[in-house]
C-alpha cells in the first residue's frame, strides 16, 4: 500500500475537492549495474514518487521508500504502482507512514492497483506499513506478483478497519482486496476478500472474530526451517490476539488478528527477521524508516 507522507486530524470525503479523483502512477525499474542494484527507471505522474534509493546494508539491494504527498486517498482515486526487477537485482520497498483511505459520501469507489515483476535471480522485499481503512470508505485494492522461475518474493499486506481511539469503528463503508502471486501461468497464491461493515464477517468466530487489525505476509519457497524459525520468533502471549505459518505448496504464508496496528508491525517485522536469512540469504536490516 502506498503511504502518505502527511497526516491531519481531519478526514477528507468526496465532496472535499477533487471531483473526479486523482489518476496517479507510479512505474520503478531495478537493474544490476556494475554488482550495483540500481533504480534505473523511475517515472511518475500525478502524487505518487520516491525520491531515490538508500543502501544500507549493500550496494546490492537498494531499499526505496514510496511516496503519496496529498496525505490520504480519497472516493475517486485511483492509485497504479508498477515495479520490475532485473534478473540478479534485489530491491526492498516500504512506506514512511501508514496509507489512509478516506470515508466517501458519495459511494465512490477509492482504487489502488500494484503490479510487480521480478526476473529470474532477482528478489522483492514489499513491506508497505499498514492500510488504514477510515468508516464509510468504499475501497478496491489489487496486488498482483508475477514471477519469473528463480524469482524470490517476500511481501505483506496489514489492514486496520476504522480508527476506535477516534471513535470510529467503521460502522458503514467496504473493501474489496485481491492479492495475487503467479509464476508463468502457475498461479502460487491467490486470495481475494471482501469486508463490508454490515456483514458477519466482521464479528461471527468464523471471520474476524470483533477484530479490526488483520494482516497476511507471504514468501514464497518451500522451507520447513523457516517455518518453525518463524512460529518460534513472534511473541503470541496475547491471547486477545491470533497469529500462525503455515507452509502451503510453494509460498509460507503468515496470518495475523488482533486489535493494534503497532503489534500487527510487531508481529510482522518479527517473522520477517525469521524468515529472511532463509528464504532469501540475508541477515534482518529493517528499513531506518521504521525506527523513526
Same mark, same amino acid.
Given at each position: 500500500m502506498i503511504a502518505a507522507v502527511t497526516s491531519g486530524s481531519g478526514a477528507p470525503d468526496a465532496g472535499s475537492g477533487r471531483a473526479s479523483g486523482w489518476a496517479a502512477e507510479l512505474e520503478l525499474g531495478f537493474e544490476l549495474v556494475a554488482g550495483r542494484s540500481a533504480?534505473?527507471?523511475?517515472?511518475?505522474?500525478?502524487?505518487?514518487?520516491?525520491?531515490?534509493?538508500?543502501?544500507?546494508?549493500?550496494?546490492?539491494?537498494?531499499?526505496?521508500?514510496?511516496?503519496? /504527498?496529498?496525505?490520504?486517498?480519497?472516493a475517486g482515486d485511483q492509485l497504479t504502482v508498477r515495479v520490475s526487477v532485473a534478473p540478479g537485482a534485489r530491491a526492498l520497498i516500504t512506506t514512511p507512514a501508514a496509507t489512509k483511505f478516506y470515508r466517501s459520501n458519495e459511494g465512490r469507489v477509492a482504487e489502488q492497483t500494484q503490479l510487480l515483476r521480478v526476473s529470474g535471480g532477482a528478489s522483492l522485499e514489499w513491506l508497505p506499513q499498514e492500510t488504514i481503512i477510515f468508516g464509510s470508505a468504499q475501497v478496491s485494492t489489487r496486488t498482483r506478483v508475477e514471477l519469473e522461475p528463480g524469482a524470490s518474493f517476500c511481501g505483506w499486506d496489514m489492514v486496520c478497519l476504522g480508527r476506535a481511539a477516534s471513535g470510529d469503528h467503521f460502522g458503514s463503508g467496504r473493501l474489496r482486496q485481491a492479492f495475487e502471486?503467479?509464476?508463468?501461468?502457475? /498461479?502460487?497464491?491467490?486470495?481475494?476478500?471482501?469486508?463490508?461493515?454490515?456483514? /458477519?464477517?466482521?464479528?461471527? /468466530?468464523?471471520?474476524?472474530?470483533?477484530?479490526?487489525?488483520?494482516?497476511?505476509?507471504?514468501?514464497?519457497?518451500q522451507n520447513a526451517a523457516a517455518v518453525a524459525a518463524a512460529r518460534a520468533a513472534v511473541d503470541t502471549d496475547d491471547t486477545r490476539e491470533l497469529f500462525a505459518v503455515s507452509q502451503m505448496r510453494a509460498a509460507i504464508v503468515c496470518r495475523y488478528l488482533g486489535s493494534s496496528t503497532e503489534r500487527a508491525r510487531h508481529v510482522f517485522a518479527q517473522a520477517w527477521a525469521a524468515l529472511r536469512p532463509l528464504v532469501l540469504g540475508r541477515p534482518a536490516s529493517p528499513p531506518r524508516i521504521w525506527l523513526t
Open positions: 533504480l534505473v527507471r523511475n517515472r511518475h505522474r500525478g502524487p505518487l514518487a520516491v525520491q531515490r534509493a538508500f543502501y544500507p546494508e549493500s550496494s546490492d539491494l537498494a531499499h526505496v521508500y514510496l511516496l503519496h /504527498p496529498p496525505g490520504g486517498v480519497v502471486i503467479w509464476q508463468a501461468e502457475r /498461479p502460487l497464491w491467490i486470495e481475494r476478500a471482501e469486508f463490508d461493515a454490515n456483514e /458477519p464477517v466482521r464479528h461471527a /468466530p468464523w471471520g474476524l472474530g470483533g477484530q479490526r487489525v488483520f494482516g497476511t505476509f507471504v514468501c514464497t519457497g
